[in-house]
């Protein structure tokens, strides 16, 4: 069997296992219960270029954020958190224009191992928070990744991350790296309050979809990961109560 029905065969399985747990879990299979935020994104660029502006190119960007813990365990059972980023950014080799780019980051480790893992955490800072799998860029692959900054540690239940961040932005080093590199830092994460609750209208989030500009979700396992969403988004999300959450605090940048 060739590559590409071996991915068809494991995307339609991956679909498959999504869109039943949405039907089970109302409407979100993973991230049930997080909170959104105002973001800022400032962007210094790293020391040797990476082919993609992003990463390479001064630049300053707004948009919107969420962490979520994604097995929904009560705190302070451990569990793996989720950072999801939205914002708007000049579309590649045009002048103007503007595109919607995503990234989705979860817990994981540091080191050349660790990064590629899935790690729960009790704290949503200090910590790392990595994509997980590579992205194409320029002519080879990197990581990207946000560490939480402390100084004190920030415990993972949502009602202490609406305080703190009342009280004062939460700030990450966004940083990338080749997969077997170490991590070179080219800008920082800035959330602010207040924060804002989507139980009754969920964000929803597809990188694949809306990708960062300039840097393509690369291999077989980021292909399988579409369908995955699609399935999932496609279950319409049911809640008992609750009031809706404004999402159109950035314009155009609307719930997908």
Do not use: K
């Not at 990581?143 to 991350?161: E, H, I, K, S, T």
Request: hydrophobic share 40%; charged share 20%.
């Amino acid at each position: 069997m060739h590559a590409r029905p071996v991915t068809s065969v494991v995307s339609a399985g991956f679909a498959a296992a999504f869109g039943a747990a949405a039907r089970l879990r109302r409407g979100r299979p993973l991230h049930p219960d997080g909170l959104v935020f105002n973001a800022t994104l400032s962007l210094h660029g790293t020391p040797r270029s990476r082919g993609a502006a992003f990463l390479d190119e001064p630049m300053d960007l707004r948009g919107v954020a969420r962490l979520s813990r994604s097995i929904g365990l009560p705190s302070p059972s451990p569990d793996i958190l989720g950072l999801a980023v939205r914002w708007q950014q000049p579309a590649a080799g045009t002048t103007g224009a503007e595109v919607v780019a995503e990234l989705l980051l979860a817990t994981t480790g540091h080191t050349v191992l660790g990064r590629r893992l899935l790690r729960p955490a009790t704290r949503w800072a200090p910590g790392m928070y990595g994509s997980l799998f590579p992205y194409a860029a320029g002519g080879g692959r990197v990581l990207l990744g946000a560490v939480a900054r402390g100084p004190r540690a920030l415990p993972a239940d949502l009602d202490g991350l609406a305080r703190a961040v009342g009280e004062r932005p939460l700030l990450f080093n966004l940083v990338v790296a080749s997969p077997f590199g170490s991590w070179e830092r080219f800008g920082v994460l800035e959330l602010t309050g207040p924060a804002r609750q989507d139980a009754a209208a969920p964000m929803r989030f597809n990188p694949i979809r809306h990708p960062i500009p300039g840097l393509r979700p690369a291999g077989w396992l980021q292909r399988v990961r579409e369908p995955a969403y699609t399935a999932a988004q496609r279950t319409p999300h049911r809640v008992s109560a609750g009031p809706p959450m404004p999402e159109r605090e950035h314009g155009t940048l609307s719930r997908r």
